[in-house]
């Protein structure tokens, strides 16, 4: 049996489509059983609860092979970093006590770090967390997600604006499609590493200057590129409806984006081969 949190999302529903189809036997963690129900028709098992409950999770983690991990964002919580670290020690002390022998979680590069890269900081608390509990803990440190550029949709149509926070609109990053994260993360389930092992998930590198000119192409608009300075992050992320706390912390991640502390520094490394054109049509 493999348990799959996240199910309702890019990454975790990948995983779990990916493993049915294989005819393996699954169980889908989701918050209600109207959000399982696309899941059980396919095969799949569906515990509804929360993450964060001690008691239901080590439940539903009693006999699983492996686990697939992740740390759902609570933009209500008004401190993130310990929101984050509360949901990673129930998880860990439920993979412990349900003593679930391998776990695949979704990470991030910069995890590494323990602090000056905002809502990755968590990461780095759960990874540790998990490699204590005496479970095989596969680390997949995925890249910034293509999916991002789905923030940026609306702005692009209704007034043919992208906005920047990189330094530049000029410097190639890579970005990830997590498809190709979901993809990597049934592989890693399915083949049972020996020991805990960090794997970096690179995708194709993109400008930002790029990623305007394909989203614009794919809505049918030249975008013009707005430079949002540093000083006026945080406005612009809570003016566009982001929780001040989360604006910060996320201004201090895309801090160590633009300094480089945040880059890979796992065992190995995987590029993903979806491009952005691809998710950009699903996007829009």
């Given at each position: 049996?493999y ?13 779990a ?5 294989r005819?393996?036997k ?10 399982g129900?696309?899941?059980t028709k396919?095969g799949?098992e569906?515990a509804?609860g ?14 699983a092979t492996?686990f697939?991990s ?7 919580a ?18 412990k ?8 979680m ?6 590494d ?10 990461l780095?608390?759960?990874e540790n ?15 910034m ?27 190639a ?10 993809m ?14 960090v794997i ?7 400008t930002?200057r ?6 614009g ?6 975008l013009?590129?707005?430079d ?13 409806g ?6 910060e ?8 984006f ?27």
């Amino acid at each position: 049996m493999y348990v799959i949190s996240g199910v309702t999302g890019h990454v975790g529903s990948v995983v779990a489509r990916d493993l049915l189809a294989r005819g393996k036997k699954v169980r889908v963690i989701v918050r209600n059983a109207e959000k399982g129900a696309a899941f059980t028709k396919q095969g799949a098992e569906a515990a509804v609860g929360s993450l964060d409950d001690l008691a239901f999770l080590t439940a539903t983690l009693r006999g699983a092979t492996a686990f697939f991990s992740l740390l759902p964002p609570n933009y209500g919580a008004p401190d993130p970093y310990a929101a984050q670290r509360q949901v990673s020690d129930v998880i860990a002390e439920a993979v412990k006590a349900a003593k679930v022998p391998r776990v695949v979680m979704l990470s991030s590069v910069g995890a590494d770090l323990d602090k000056g890269t905002g809502p990755i900081k968590g990461l780095h608390y759960l990874e540790n967390a998990l490699l204590k509990t005496g479970a095989v803990l596969t680390a997949i440190r995925a890249g910034m997600f293509q999916e991002n550029v789905g923030n940026s949709v609306g702005p692009a149509r209704a007034q043919g604006m992208y906005y920047n926070f990189m330094p530049s609109a000029d410097v190639a990053m890579p970005m990830i499609a997590t498809r190709d994260i979901g993809m990597l993360a049934a592989e890693q389930i399915l083949t049972g590493a020996r020991k805990p092992e960090v794997i970096d998930l690179q995708g194709p590198a993109y400008t930002q200057r790029q990623v305007a000119d394909r989203l614009g192409a794919a809505i049918g608009k030249t975008l013009q590129i707005i430079d949002v300075p540093r000083a006026g992050w945080v406005e612009a992320m809570t003016k566009g409806g982001l929780p001040k706390a989360w604006a910060e912390s996320y201004a201090e991640m895309y801090d160590g984006f633009a300094s480089g502390r945040i880059r890979p520094s796992g065992d190995r490394l995987v590029h993903g081969k979806v491009t952005l054109d691809e998710t950009l049509r699903t996007l829009v």
